[in-house]
């Protein structure tokens, strides 16, 4: 494993209990202002009936959308984040990397109406290893909803090129946040790696800051394009030979 991706796992085993407390005292404003809810209204808009909720944490964002009716499961490598979001009363989640994904089986979904990643792909990798997953677990016409940093705010006085950076974010706590790698693509990248992976842009928001303005994030929407996985799209034209017609 490359040096940064093994950092990454690092960071967030050392960090997932102040990550559990960063998020559920509200102590990430960017979160509290503006993306929370801009990651529920991207989902929820798109009517979807089942998630995967990738990288989930202590599992805030699948609580959210159980609470709204919407079935689903939350996945993460970090065994600690997963044993606090079953803790809260729900056993929809699991450990999982996301190398091993496409193999994943979930015992009351077989194929998932959307795929979300909210701040989750931090690696090279995982962008890769995602939509990959995707070709073998979402539904005809799935989704990968993604929430990120803004890459024109996020870069910076960096140049604005693909690579990896270093994490200056700090919530809002008594210790500090052990120090992570993330790797920085463009807005370009972003959309043209997926496109390679058959993968359209469907839909992509900016949300703001309330007061300044300024974007804080990005959220892409992407609709699995063609080459639908065999299982998959066996199962929809199953039903509609069911019906009399052919594809």
Not at 19 to 34: C, F, H, L, M, P
Not at 59 to 66: D, N
Not at 137 to 144: A, H, N, R, S, T
Not at 195 to 221: G, M, W
Request: glycine share 6%; charged share 20%; proline share 4%.
């Amino acid at each position: 494993m490359e040096e940064n991706e093994k950092r990454i796992l690092d960071s967030w085993q050392m960090n997932a209990k102040l990550w559990t407390q960063a998020v559920r005292n509200k102590q990430i404003e960017s979160r509290a202002i503006a993306t929370d809810a801009a990651i529920v209204k991207a989902i929820t808009q798109l009517n979807p009936r089942t998630f995967l909720d990738i990288g989930c944490g202590e599992g805030w964002l699948s609580r959210q959308l159980f609470s709204l009716g919407i079935d689903g499961w939350g996945v993460d490598f970090c065994a600690d984040l997963i044993q606090t979001a079953k803790d809260s009363g729900d056993s929809r989640f699991v450990v999982c990397s996301y190398s091993d994904l496409a193999s994943q089986k979930f015992s009351t979904i077989d194929y998932f109406s959307c795929l979300i990643c909210n701040f989750s792909i931090l690696g090279e990798c995982a962008l890769d290893e995602i939509a990959k997953a995707g070709h073998a677990l979402l539904e005809y016409k799935g989704k990968i909803i993604i929430q990120t940093l803004h890459p024109i705010i996020a870069c910076g006085d960096s140049p604005y090129s693909n690579g990896w950076r270093e994490t200056s974010w700090q919530p809002n706590a008594d210790r500090p946040f052990y120090p992570t790698p993330w790797y920085f693509r463009t807005l370009e990248s972003w959309i043209n790696e997926f496109h390679a992976l058959n993968y359209r842009l469907l839909n992509l928001y900016e949300p703001s800051d309330p007061k300044t303005n300024k974007q804080i994030s990005i959220i892409f929407v992407f609709e699995r394009e063609f080459g639908y996985p065999s299982a998959a799209f066996g199962a929809f034209r199953s039903k509609l030979f069911s019906r009399g017609q052919e594809v």
